[in-house]
């Protein structure tokens, strides 16, 4: 028997224009436009293998070694939307084989735990695209698939592109202009770093899609976010990554965190993504810029408590520093980091809110790869 097979990775992103709202449910029509920073997959990354074989009776799809369900109507849709795009194609060329027309068997896995609430469903639904996309041989570009992996996972979009990427809220109803676009490549501003840390939690968050619901039904705080707000700070933080200016976009980074997580408190009930240790962390932040007269870290927060501290390669060893002496006992240091020589006030118990510390950077888009995770039989390895 025949298996045709494609492989890709696919990196995490983390948003510093936070999307946050649909105008669309199914869709995952966005009420405001979005901007982030991609991650290197040297650090966190999904790699996926897409195949298909005229033997295979139903699609399938592993997890990190787990058989899941492919009930998930997100699933569904992209797989929908791939096997369609293939469709025409072999309508266009009678000599095509009729992939579309065959069960697929998708096998994916992350190379971090996917239980620290660190965006895996981006990576996963861009990999999943992408690998699909490679499988069928299908021409459209970047932007056309991220409107595919938009309909997983609304942030999954913006992990199709490597560097800084802007995800266009578009206003039509069917969605098609609301895609991913590349704000400025890898190369333009390379030496952005990321401190990620891993803050321990034992309660569930509020799930992101119930949680924006709730938002944008009930929180006033959130029309005057979304109309006022966020339309001007897309321009500014475009300009800022344009002209490379930290401090700008660091500052733009910090408020739209903290906009974030004020429309979630105005929700109604609230909802909490923040714990103390969090609010330590901003706290810190902020010293960190105090002391040293200008901004040079900037802190975000998605849908629970990990804090990402954005910096500039070259004050590395004073934001590292900084957070070294807090947080020292905590694992994941690389490298040599020696804590900060001067003098400042910190919680000496703060560290045993961090689980892990992960240090990375800004990274490429998502990558071929000749690595599988599909044997002969079209089953995981
Ligand atoms: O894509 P979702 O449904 O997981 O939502 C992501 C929402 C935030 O991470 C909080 C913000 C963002 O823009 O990524």
Known sequence: MSIYSASTTAPVNIATLKYWGKRDKSLN???????????????????????????????????NGKLESLESERTKACLADLKKLRKELEDSDASLPKLSTFGLHIVSENNFPTAA??????????????????????????????????????????????????WEMGDLTDGEDSKAVEVAPLGHWPGMKAA??????????????????????TSDLFQHRIKEVVPARFIEMKKSIAEKDFPLFAELTMKDSNSFHAVCLDSYPPIFYLND??????????????????????????????AVIYYEEHNESKVLGFLHTVFNKVEGWKGEVKSTDYKFDFDDQLYKGVSKVILTEIGPGPQDTEETLINEQGLPK
């Open 117 to 166: 609430g660190l965006a895996s469903s981006a990576a996963g639904f861009a990999a999943l695209v992408v690998a699909i996309a490679k499988l069928y041989k299908l021409p459209q570009d970047m932007s056309e698939l991220s409107k595919i992996a938009r309909k997983g996972s609304g942030s999954a979009c913006r992990s199709l592109f490597g560097g800084y990427v802007a």
């Open 29 to 63: 029509l966005p009420t405001n436009s979005s901007i982030s920073v991609t991650l290197s997959q040297k650090d966190l990354r999904t790699l996926t293998t897409a195949a298909t074989s005229e033997t295979f009776t139903e699609d399938k799809l592993w997890l």
């Open 277 to 306: 240790t969090s609010k330590k962390i901003i706290k810190l932040v902020h010293k960190l810029n105090e002391l040293e007269g200008k901004i040079i870290a900037a802190y975000t927060f998605d849908a629970g408590p990990n």
């Open 196 to 217: 990620i840390l891993v803050v321990s939690d034992d309660k569930k968050d509020t799930p992101s899609t119930s949680g924006m619901q709730l938002t944008v039904a």
